[in-house]
């Protein structure tokens, strides 16, 4: 039985059904509105891919938006809705890992949101063992337009022992941020509520205004927009961690996934420095 990510989706035959309890994340969005079938304004179909080597399949999830929707980036920014997947029912298979392509940045009021506002392909890195597998499980996400939709997504999907590689999917894995073997320079300090971190690093400009994104291992963490200024080559980006309930934070800064995103692209460094 595989855990609930945080990261994680189930695929074919596609039901998609409207939650309850409606979120609405978009500023000036006056009042949740009901859909009788969010099928109108997004769609989402499993690829079943291919096994790349003995215990490791790549498949995906093709999403397509209606003009003028758009969904969110495993790290949604503060006027996004993250999403969130759960595998429990798959068979022969011990992980699931998304391999997010680049998203874009929108701000609306001051406040940010980090996703996609076009059709794009979601690569699954599937751990499995010998033999055919089953993807099964359940995506829970948020569609926005002037007003936001909660979206639960049921996907199931064959994944054969073989398969014939996929271009689509091929480049949707190009397209993830750039890897990079650079660590920023973090400090931290307390604050009223939680950690102020801060992270720097010499690169050369992305291009627009540039975000930095902190995802700590601990995913029960909230996170704040950063706050990023750029003196020629060195990007620097603050932002505040807090835990619920007013409990302590605790931060493993070994652990902490920086990732830049600019107008032209994004890079993913190598974590905070020792």
Known sequence: MIPRQHDALRAAPLAIALASGLLCASAGA????????????I????VAGWRAEPGRHVAGLRI??????????RSAGSAGIAPRMDWGTSENVEAVTPAWPTPGLFWQDGDLSIGYDDDFILPLIVATGEGAARLGGRLDLGVCAAVCLPVQVEVEVALPPGGAEDEALIAALADRPRRLPLQADCT????????????AVDLPSLGGTETVVFEPADPALWVTDSVVSRQGERITGSSELMAGGGNPVTLDRSRIRITVIGAHGAVELAGCAP
């Open 30 to 41: 006056g009042e949740a509105q009901s859909w009788d079938d969010v099928s109108q304004v």
């Open 43 to 46: 769609s989402v179909a499993p």
């Open 64 to 73: 397509s938006l209606e003009p003028g929707w758009k969904t969110y980036w």
């Open 188 to 199: 931290t300090r307390p604050t009223p509520d939680g950690i102020a971190l801060t992270g």
